[in-house]
């Protein structure tokens, strides 16, 4: 069995054509166009870029170096231009530098959005490694901050606030124990009984308690802050005063249309009456205002996923391929 | 006997968190309870780690389809666990200089924080980014002006994502701006009439039953009416 499915780009697979000839012909146009894509990127690299201007200008060889100055404990990343004038006064400064962990960072960053973005092409095995990194890394990363940021300060540090201060965190300032934290370390525990079959049931008490809580607290949330706020809404004035007589007709419109909205789409959701007559004629009317939401909701999600794609191009051109400079990072 | 337990055990404290709100000297005990659920929660993340551990493995020690990416999964989980967990590379606190752990693990120029910034956060937006392509075909092959709330839905998406664009604000930028009855007209202005008159009425009317519904549903809860948490068995979702 294949460690990396896909890799053979079986014909006929899902995306794929047909016709072996034809497949065979598409996946050597694909690698003839990132070949001549390559070969570009080499030449481009050899010729260098220019950063800095007037006597400062330096030429640098590559793509998606960082520059960082020592700050504080850390770094921070400052314009390659900078670095030019640095260079520039001071052939040997150590003050700006290359930062090759965010060099490499950048590259990285830069094969896995490409390695994302092969799909459009078709499910292939490059895609799948970064599908497989991002499963991986997230889970990773959720859990150690979870651990970190609850259990580390919440159990830990009240079960044993000397050692926990002494070892893991230096800014706790619980002094006291407080063996109540032994509730919820028992909670835990007992959720892990439900790795086991033949006690995975012991796992059904503390999932009742999270259940509980999360219940009861969400419960107060959204009958606080949605049920009763929302509606407090409804009961504005309906005439607006502007400062001109279309503006206080403007106002007063918008006001009635949006109580008439949200009572015809309340009438849509009731399902308590039959939608005949005025329950119905209001229900229809319901249902354009929750098409005009649906539109516009589409509309902003279209919007907010091209603004998303320009970021990552943006990054790919900028922060890669040094080809734009909209924020004066070179 | 045991679920009967756990039914009571998820009453009490969605009661005890309703009543801290009404009752003062219970608000510790809700600030007490919301700990020990992050505690638990932060246990659970162990739980799903567990889990995604298990079954990685079994996929790699039964050479099962796909057991190459499997194992990437696999060390990309551990090695990102162990340099958060060990606080790999994370600069020291202003607070604390002299502290190897005083820095968060997230900290900028830590190892966490590289895994974030250098793989995790571009994969993710790449991935949201390509919906762009996928909403739109889907959008082009789903979307049919059939009947008038199709063509409220279509010319709404049109005019809110025109109205959002340069390409929209030239198109109508030949409507009068300062003409109060018809300023309206331009697109860049109905787009906002559209979001803050039919959008916010549409989404009002939704968040007020979407709130009645979680009412609705914690109170099934305290009850013991809803015991669908529980797994199969448990008397189903309606109790």
Redesign the interface.
């Known amino acids: 069995m294949s460690q990396f499915p896909g890799t053979s780009g079986t014909p006929g697979a899902p995306g794929m054509p047909a016709d072996p000839a034809v497949a065979r012909r598409a996946n050597r146009l694909m690698i003839a166009v990132l070949a001549v894509i390559a070969a570009l990127l080499v030449v481009r690299a050899w010729v260098g870029t220019e950063v800095g201007s007037g006597a400062d200008a330096q030429v640098v060889h590559g793509y998606g170096m960082v520059f960082v100055e020592q700050q504080g404990a850390g770094h921070v990343q400052v314009p390659a231009a900078e670095w030019a004038q640095a260079v520039a006064a001071d052939p040997a400064q150590q003050r700006v530098m290359v930062s090759w962990p965010r060099t490499v960072g950048v590259w990285a960053a830069a094969l896995l959005t490409l390695a994302v973005l092969s799909f459009l092409w078709r499910d292939n095995p490059v895609y799948k490694l970064a599908e497989s990194v991002v499963v991986g890394v997230s889970a990773g990363y959720v859990m150690s901050t979870a651990v970190w940021s609850s259990l580390v300060n919440q159990v830990f540090g009240k079960l044993a606030p000397g050692l926990t201060k002494a070892y893991l965190s230096p800014g706790l300032t619980t002094t006291e124990s407080d063996w109540w934290a032994l509730v919820p370390l028992g909670l835990g525990m007992l959720l892990l009984c439900r790795l086991s079959a033949r006690l995975s049931w012991v796992g059904m008490f503390p999932l009742a308690f999270v259940v509980g809580v999360f219940s009861g607290w969400r419960f107060v949330q959204y009958v606080e802050s949605d049920l009763l706020a929302q509606v407090a809404t409804m009961f504005d004035p309906l005439y607006v005063a502007g400062p001109t007589a279309a503006a206080t007709v403007g106002g007063t419109l918008c006001a009635v249309l949006v109580l008439v909205g949200v009572l015809t789409v309340l009438a849509y959701f009731f399902f308590s009456l039959e939608h005949k007559g005025p329950v119905g004629g209001a229900a229809r009317i319901g249902v354009w205002y929750l098409m005009i939401t649906f539109g516009a909701s589409f509309g902003f999600t279209v919007m907010g996923r091209i603004a998303l794609l320009a970021a990552r191009c943006e990054f790919l051109f900028d922060d890669w391929l040094w080809l734009i400079d909209p924020a004066g990072k070179h | 006997m ?2 009967s ?3 009571l ?10 009543l801290s ?1 009404f009752i003062v000297p219970m608000e510790s005990a809700e600030t ?21 551990l ?1 079954m990685n493995l079994l996929t790699i020690s039964a ?19 162990g ?3 060990f606080k790999v590379g994370v ?7 002299d ?1 190897r ?2 820095g ?6 830590g190892a ?1 924080w ?20 996928y ?2 075909s889907a ?1 082009f092959r789903a979307f049919r002006a059939k009947n ?3 063509i ?10 025109l109205g ?1 664009t340069y390409a929209g604000v030239f198109v109508t930028s030949w409507i009068p701006d300062d003409v ?2 018809v300023s ?1 007209l331009r697109l860049e202005n109905l787009s906002a ?20 519904g ?2 609705a ?3 099934k ?2 009850i013991g009416l809803d015991r669908s ?3 199969a068995g448990a008397g189903g979702g309606n109790g």
């Open positions: 045991s679920r337990i756990a039914v055990v998820a009453g009490v404290a969605a009661v005890v968190m309703v709100k007490t309870v919301a700990e020990w659920f992050n505690a638990a929660a932060a246990i659970a993340f162990v739980l799903g780690g567990a889990s995604l298990k050479r099962g389809p796909g057991w190459g990416y499997a194992a990437v999964t696999l060390v990309a989980f551990l090695a990102t666990l340099v958060g967990l600069p020291p606190s202003a607070a604390f200089p502290h752990m005083g968060t693990p997230d900290a900028e120029g966490l590289w895994i974030y910034e250098y793989l995790m956060s571009p994969i993710t937006g790449t991935l949201f980014a390509m919906l762009a392509f909403v739109a959008a008038a709330a199709a409220f839905l279509l010319v709404t998406a049109f005019v809110v994502l959002r109060p009855w309206w009439v559209i979001m803050s008159v039919f959008t916010t009425a549409g989404t009002r009317a939704m968040i007020i039953g979407i709130a009645i979680v009412a549903t914690g109170i809860i305290m948490y529980l797994g």
